[in-house]
C-alpha cells in the first residue's frame, strides 16, 4: 500500500524557520515527482511546490519563491520543505503528495502536518 | 494565479444527482486536460477523484464522472449517498508550470 507521512510541524514564531519530512512507502519513490500542498485553518487548497523525481530542479507558487526550499534524500524514500521567514499567512496543514511529469494529478496524500506561526 | 471559481455549496437529497462546476481561464482549463478532482470528508486528507478530466482512479465509484467544455470543468455525482458528504477540489495544470485549486465546494446530502 502506498503511504505518505509528513512530520515536523509545530508552532514557530513569525520570521522563524522550520522543515517538513514526508516518509514514502509502497511505491518507487526514485521514480516520481512530489509535491507540496497547504491548507490554512478554514480554508481551500494551494499548490505550494514540487520537484523532480532526482531532484534536479524545483518549482514554487510565487508567495514562497525565496523563502522555501524543497529538497529529496532518494536513499531514504524521504522528501523535505525547508521553510523560512515564516509568517503568519503560512499558517496551514501542509500535505505531500504523488504525481508525475505528465500526470498532473495529485495521489495518494499524506495525512499532513500543521504549521502554525504566531507570537 | 487566482483560484479557480467553484460554488461554496451544493446540496441534493439521496439518489438525486449534483454537479459541481469549476470555471478557469484558457492558460489552465481551457488549455489543458490535466483537470482532477479531490474529495475531503471533514478533518480528513483529499482524496483523488478523477483525473484527465473524466477518468477515476481504481476503488473510486462510477457515481463520479467528469467532463470539460471551454474553461469549465465538471464533477456529477449521480447516486446520492450520505457518504458523499464532503469538500470537492478542482485542480488545473496551468501555463505557468504550477498548479491551481478550486476554493472548494461543500456537498451536503439533504
Known amino acids: 500500500e502506498m503511504q505518505l507521512v509528513e512530520s515536523g510541524g509545530g508552532l514557530v514564531q513569525p520570521g522563524g524557520s522550520l522543515r517538513l519530512s514526508c516518509a514514502a512507502s509502497?511505491?518507487?519513490?526514485?521514480?516520481?515527482?512530489m509535491t507540496w500542498v497547504r491548507q490554512a485553518p478554514g480554508r481551500g487548497l494551494e499548490w505550494v511546490a514540487n520537484i523532480k523525481p532526482d531532484g534536479s530542479g524545483t518549482f514554487f507558487v510565487d508567495s514562497v519563491k525565496g523563502r522555501f526550499t524543497m529538497s529529496r534524500d532518494n536513499a531514504k524514500d524521504s522528501l523535505y520543505l525547508q521553510m523560512n521567514s515564516l509568517s503568519a499567512e503560512d499558517t496551514a496543514v501542509y500535505y505531500c503528495?504523488?504525481?508525475?511529469?505528465?500526470?498532473?494529478?495529485?495521489?495518494?496524500w499524506g495525512q499532513g502536518t500543521l504549521v502554525t506561526v504566531s507570537s | 494565479q487566482s483560484a479557480l471559481t467553484q460554488p461554496a455549496s451544493v446540496s441534493g437529497s439521496p439518489g438525486q444527482s449534483i454537479t459541481i462546476s469549476c470555471t478557469g481561464t484558457s492558460s489552465d482549463i481551457g488549455k489543458y486536460k490535466y483537470v482532477s478532482w479531490y474529495q475531503q470528508p471533514p478533518g480528513k486528507a483529499p482524496k483523488l477523484m478523477i483525473y484527465e478530466v473524466s477518468y477515476r482512479p481504481s476503488g473510486v465509484s462510477y457515481r463520479f464522472s467528469g467532463s470539460k467544455s471551454g474553461n469549465t470543468a465538471s464533477l456529477t455525482i449521480s447516486g446520492l449517498q450520505a457518504e458523499d458528504e464532503a469538500d470537492y477540489y478542482c485542480c488545473a495544470y496551468t501555463s505557468s508550470d504550477s498548479f491551481v485549486f478550486g476554493a472548494g465546494t461543500t456537498v451536503t446530502v439533504l
Open positions: 509502497g511505491f518507487t519513490f526514485s521514480s516520481h515527482w
Open positions: 503528495a504523488r504525481h508525475d511529469y505528465g500526470a498532473w494529478w495529485f495521489d495518494p
